[in-house]
C-alpha cells in the first residue's frame, strides 16, 4: 500500500512538472482537431479580471465543438489560429465556472479582437470586440415586407427600411432616399430612430413605381441611400421578389386561432380580452353581425367589435363573458371552442381551436418578516402581499390571516396595485394570533380568501419572533446603523425590491422619519420608501432601484461607504455610515428555455398565412428586446418577428409560418431540424436557444 501511494505521488508530481513546462514554453496554449479546421481566422483576446480573486492562471479559453483552448498569459493575453468558420462559441472556464460566448460570421483569415472580462462570481462576458480591427457590425439594411406586389399602385401601406449597425443613430433623417433599379428615388413618409436601429417608411404606392413594369416571380435589387451627420454618405442594398398569384389559395380553407390560448378562472373580473383570428379564402367576405364563439356545452357569446385585416378577420370578446361559456372550468384542463359565422354568400362556417385553463399560481409575502412581542400596544400594521396569476380577482372581504392554532384575523385595508394584492392586519391583532410567541421561534402564518369566480386559496409564509437585543443598553447616546443587504447587485435598476436601514441605540425611537435620507459615496441622496419604529430598533426601506442609482457606475467586486443621516426629536443631527459591496449581475445567471409552437412543421406551409409562436420562459424573460429577437434556420437563415408580447409567465414571439418553413432549405417529411432563438436582455447580454421540430405531411 505505502509503494503504491509512492507511485500515485510521483505521477501526480510530474504531471504538475510537464503541465508548467508547457505552459512556460508557451503561454497560448492550443490543442488543434486539424480534422475541423476550415480557414486561417485568428482570435486574439485579452483577460481582464473584475473583482474575481482568482488568478489568470485558473483561466481556460476554448472553441466549442473542437480541442481548440488557450491559456492566458501573466498578463491576460491569450491567442487561439485556425478558427472555424461561420458562427461559434466561446467556452471561458474560470476554475469551473463556465460562461459562453457566441462570435458570430467567423470567415476566412478573418483577424477578431476581443477583450473578456471575468466578474467577482467568475462570470464572464465581452466588453469589446471588433473584426479586422473594425466594429463587428457595420451598417445594413432590411427591407419589409420583401415581396411586393403590383396591386401597391391602389395601396395605402407602408414599405419600412430597418437600418442597423454602427452609426445608425447619426442618421441624418431627410437624407434618407429609397433607390430603384433604374435609379428613380423617393423619400421617407415618415421615420424613427429605436434602441437598435434607424427606421423609414415608405408608401407603397410610391416603392412599387420604383420598378419599371414589374414582373411576377422577379427579383429586384433596392438601395437606400443617405449621409450620417459627419458628412460620410451610405449606400445599403437589399433584394425584393414581385409577388406572384397564389394559385392554391382557392383551394384553402379558413383557419382559426384564439389568442390567448391559455384562459384563467380570474377572467370573470377581468376586463381584458379575447381573439378570435381566422384567416383563409373567404375571410374578408364574413358577416361580422353572425359570428359567435360557442363553449364546450352549447353556451354562446357575441363579439364586442370586428375588424378585417390584409389577411385575416379578427373577432374581439370579453375576457370576463369567455370565461363564462366554460361551466366550471378546472385549472390545467383543455377544452375545445368553436368560432361559428357565414359568409356574405350565406355559405356557413364552424370553425375550433383548443384553450387551456391556466394553474393558479398565488405567491404570499408577509412584511415585515420579523415580529415583536411589543406589538400588543403597537398601532402600526402587518402587510400580507399576494401576487401571481388572478390576484386582482381576490374578494377583499374574504380574506383572513390564520396563526399556527387556527384563530383568525380579517384584514383592516385592502388595495389592489398593478402587480399585487395587498391586505393590512393591526400589528395588535396579528401577535395574538401566535399564543405564547417565543424570541427567535419561527412562526407559520396563513392568509386565505377566494377569487371572484368562487374559487379559494390557503397561502403560508414564515415568520419569525424579534429577540431581544442585549447590547441595546450598551454605548448609551450611540446610534448604530446596519444595512440590508449588505451585497447590492447592478441589476437592481429592474427591481422592485427594497433596501432595510435598521438604526439601534439610545433614542431610536424618537428619529423623525421626515428627516431620514440615504446618501451615496458622491453625494447623491434619495429618501425612503417606508419607516417604522420597532421594539428595539428604527427600521427605513428604500427601493433598490433607487438605492443603486446612488452609486454612479458600480463596479461588481468593489465596496462602497453608504451614509444614513436624520434627526432626532430634540433636534440633535446625526451621520451613520455602512458599507455595502457590489456583486455581479444576476442577470447574466438567466436560465431561459424555448418552445415553438406548433412543433411540427409542413412543407405546404409556403402558401399559408399562419403562425409559428416562439414561447420563451425562465427567470428574465420580461426582460427581452423585442427588437433584437431572430429565428434562425438550421441553415443560418434567419427571419424576424411579426409580432410579440410579454406575458406574466413568458415571452412570444410570432412569425408567419410561410416564412418559418423558407428557413429549412428542402425540408425532408419525417426528419428533425434544430431551430434557434437569438436576441438579447435589457442589460446587453444575448441568449441563444435551440428547439427540435420535424416535418410532416408528403414531399412535393
Known amino acids: 500500500m505505502r509503494a503504491k501511494a509512492v507511485s500515485v505521488l510521483v505521477i501526480f508530481i510530474l504531471s504538475i512538472v510537464a503541465i508548467n513546462c508547457d505552459r512556460n514554453a508557451n503561454p497560448f496554449v492550443s490543442e488543434i482537431n486539424t480534422g475541423e479546421l476550415e480557414g486561417n481566422a485568428v482570435l486574439v483576446g485579452n483577460v481582464v479580471l473584475k473583482g474575481s480573486n482568482h488568478d489568470i492562471g485558473f483561466i481556460n479559453i476554448g472553441v466549442r465543438g473542437t480541442n481548440l483552448r488557450a491559456n492566458p498569459d501573466e498578463k491576460g493575453h491569450f491567442r487561439i489560429d485556425n478558427l472555424p468558420l461561420g458562427d461559434i462559441l466561446l467556452d471561458i472556464n474560470v476554475k469551473g465556472t463556465l460562461s459562453y460566448i457566441p462570435i458570430n460570421n467567423v470567415t476566412s483569415n478573418d483577424e477578431i479582437s476581443v477583450e473578456i472580462e471575468v466578474l467577482s462570481n467568475d462570470k464572464a462576458g465581452f466588453s469589446d470586440i471588433k473584426k479586422n480591427n473594425k466594429p463587428k457590425k457595420e451598417l445594413s439594411v432590411t427591407i419589409q415586407p420583401d415581396e411586393w406586389d403590383t396591386s401597391w399602385v391602389n395601396s395605402s401601406g407602408?414599405?419600412?427600411?430597418?437600418?442597423?449597425?454602427?452609426?445608425?443613430?447619426?442618421?441624418?433623417?431627410?437624407?434618407?432616399?429609397?433607390?430603384?433599379?433604374?435609379?428613380?428615388?423617393?423619400?421617407?413618409?415618415?421615420?424613427?430612430?429605436?434602441?437598435?436601429?434607424?427606421?423609414?417608411?415608405?408608401?407603397?404606392?410610391?416603392?412599387?413605381?420604383?420598378?419599371?413594369?414589374?414582373?411576377?416571380?422577379?427579383?429586384?435589387?433596392?438601395?437606400?441611400?443617405?449621409?450620417?451627420?459627419?458628412?460620410?454618405?451610405?449606400?445599403?442594398?437589399?433584394?425584393?421578389?414581385?409577388?406572384?398569384?397564389?394559385?392554391?389559395?382557392?383551394?384553402?380553407?379558413?383557419?382559426?386561432?384564439?389568442?390567448?390560448?391559455?384562459?384563467?378562472?380570474?377572467?370573470?373580473?377581468?376586463?381584458?380580452?379575447?381573439?378570435?383570428?381566422?384567416?383563409?379564402?373567404?375571410?374578408?367576405?364574413?358577416?361580422?353581425?353572425?359570428?359567435?364563439?360557442?363553449?364546450?356545452?352549447?353556451?354562446?357569446?357575441?363579439?364586442?367589435?370586428?375588424?378585417?385585416?390584409?389577411?385575416?378577420?379578427?373577432?374581439?370578446?370579453?375576457?370576463?363573458?369567455?370565461?363564462?361559456?366554460?361551466?366550471?372550468?378546472?385549472?390545467?384542463?383543455?377544452?375545445?371552442?368553436?368560432?361559428?359565422?357565414?359568409?356574405?354568400?350565406?355559405?356557413?362556417?364552424?370553425?375550433?381551436?383548443?384553450?387551456?385553463?391556466?394553474?393558479?399560481?398565488?405567491?404570499?409575502?408577509?412584511?415585515?418578516?420579523e415580529w415583536d412581542t411589543s406589538w400588543v400596544s403597537s398601532t402600526g400594521n402587518v402587510t400580507a402581499k399576494i401576487s401571481g396569476e388572478g390576484f386582482d380577482s381576490i374578494d377583499a372581504a374574504s380574506v383572513q390571516m390564520i396563526g399556527p392554532d387556527g384563530a383568525a384575523i380579517s384584514s383592516d385595508s385592502t388595495t389592489v396595485g398593478d402587480k399585487s394584492f395587498e391586505a393590512k392586519f393591526l400589528r395588535s391583532a396579528a401577535i395574538g394570533l401566535i399564543t405564547n410567541p417565543v424570541a427567535g421561534q419561527s412562526y407559520e402564518i396563513m392568509v386565505t380568501g377566494s377569487l371572484g369566480g368562487g374559487t379559494t386559496f390557503e397561502?403560508?409564509?414564515?415568520?419569525?419572533?424579534?429577540?431581544?437585543?442585549?447590547?441595546?443598553?450598551?454605548?448609551?447616546?450611540?446610534?448604530?446603523?446596519?444595512?440590508?443587504?449588505?451585497?447590492?447587485?447592478?441589476?437592481?435598476?429592474?427591481?422592485?425590491?427594497?433596501?432595510?436601514?435598521?438604526?439601534?441605540?439610545?433614542?431610536?425611537?424618537?428619529?423623525?422619519?421626515?428627516?431620514?435620507?440615504?446618501?451615496?459615496?458622491?453625494?447623491?441622496?434619495?429618501?425612503?420608501?417606508?419607516?417604522?419604529?420597532?421594539?428595539?430598533?428604527?427600521?427605513?426601506?428604500?427601493?433598490?432601484?433607487?438605492?443603486?442609482?446612488?452609486?454612479?457606475?458600480?463596479?461588481?467586486?468593489?465596496?462602497?461607504?453608504?451614509?444614513?443621516?436624520?434627526?432626532?426629536?430634540?433636534?440633535?443631527?446625526?451621520?451613520?455610515?455602512?458599507?455595502?459591496?457590489?456583486?455581479?449581475?444576476?442577470?447574466?445567471?438567466?436560465?431561459?428555455?424555448?418552445?415553438?409552437?406548433?412543433?411540427?412543421?409542413?412543407?405546404?406551409?409556403?402558401?399559408?398565412?399562419?403562425e409559428v409562436r416562439a414561447k420563451i420562459s425562465g427567470d428574465g424573460f420580461e426582460n427581452i428586446e423585442s427588437d433584437t429577437v431572430l429565428m434562425i434556420g438550421p441553415d443560418g437563415g434567419t427571419i424576424e418577428p411579426f409580432s410579440s408580447e410579454i406575458t406574466k409567465r413568458y415571452f412570444q414571439a410570432g412569425f408567419t409560418k410561410k416564412e418559418a418553413i423558407e428557413l429549412i432549405i428542402d425540408p425532408v417529411p419525417g426528419n428533425n431540424y434544430e431551430i434557434q432563438v437569438i436576441g438579447e436582455l435589457s442589460d446587453g447580454s444575448d441568449f441563444n436557444l435551440k428547439y427540435t421540430i420535424r416535418i410532416t405531411g408528403s414531399r412535393k
Do not use: C, H
Not at 515 to 525: C, K
Not at 587 to 607: C, F, K, Q, T
Open 459 to 610: 397561502l403560508t409564509d414564515i415568520i419569525i419572533i424579534e429577540e431581544e437585543d442585549d447590547d441595546d443598553e450598551e454605548g448609551e447616546g450611540e446610534l448604530e446603523l446596519e444595512i440590508d443587504p449588505k451585497n447590492w447587485n447592478t441589476n437592481w435598476k429592474y427591481s422592485e425590491g427594497l433596501v432595510t436601514v435598521r438604526i439601534k441605540g439610545e433614542a431610536f425611537e424618537n428619529i423623525a422619519p421626515d428627516s431620514v435620507q440615504m446618501i451615496g459615496p458622491e453625494g447623491d441622496v434619495i429618501t425612503p420608501d417606508s419607516s417604522i419604529v420597532t421594539g428595539n430598533s428604527f427600521m427605513a426601506k428604500f427601493v433598490k432601484k433607487d438605492a443603486i442609482g446612488i452609486i454612479t457606475d458600480p463596479e461588481p467586486g468593489q465596496s462602497y461607504e453608504i451614509q444614513v443621516t436624520g434627526e432626532v426629536s430634540t433636534g440633535t443631527s446625526f451621520t451613520l455610515t455602512d458599507t455595502i459591496t457590489i456583486v455581479g449581475k444576476e442577470i447574466e445567471e438567466v436560465e431561459l428555455s424555448l418552445e415553438i409552437i406548433p412543433n411540427r412543421w409542413n412543407a405546404n406551409w409556403a402558401e399559408k398565412n399562419g
Open 158 to 369: 407602408d414599405v419600412t427600411a430597418k437600418i442597423s449597425g454602427k452609426g445608425f443613430d447619426d442618421i441624418v433623417v431627410d437624407s434618407v432616399l429609397m433607390v430603384g433599379p433604374d435609379g428613380a428615388a423617393i423619400a421617407s413618409s415618415t421615420f424613427g430612430i429605436g434602441k437598435k436601429f434607424f427606421e423609414a417608411k415608405f408608401l407603397r404606392s410610391e416603392a412599387i413605381g420604383l420598378i419599371t413594369d414589374p414582373v411576377v416571380g422577379q427579383s429586384y435589387e433596392i438601395k437606400v441611400t443617405g449621409s450620417l451627420s459627419d458628412g460620410t454618405t451610405f449606400e445599403l442594398t437589399d433584394m425584393i421578389v414581385i409577388e406572384e398569384e397564389d394559385d392554391d389559395e382557392e383551394e384553402e380553407g379558413l383557419e382559426l386561432e384564439i389568442k390567448p390560448d391559455e384562459w384563467n378562472i380570474s377572467w370573470v373580473s377581468s376586463t381584458g380580452n379575447v381573439t378570435a383570428k381566422i384567416s383563409g379564402e373567404g375571410f374578408d367576405s364574413i358577416d361580422p353581425a353572425l359570428v359567435q364563439m360557442i363553449g364546450p356545452d352549447g353556451a354562446a357569446i357575441n363579439p364586442y367589435s370586428t375588424t378585417v385585416g390584409d389577411k385575416f378577420f379578427g373577432a374581439t370578446f370579453l375576457r370576463s363573458a369567455a370565461i363564462g361559456i366554460i361551466t366550471d372550468p378546472e385549472p390545467g384542463q383543455s377544452y375545445e371552442i368553436m368560432v361559428t359565422g357565414s359568409l356574405s354568400d350565406s355559405t356557413t362556417f364552424e370553425l375550433t381551436d383548443t384553450i387551456t385553463i391556466e394553474e393558479l399560481e398565488l405567491e404570499l409575502e408577509i412584511k415585515p418578516e
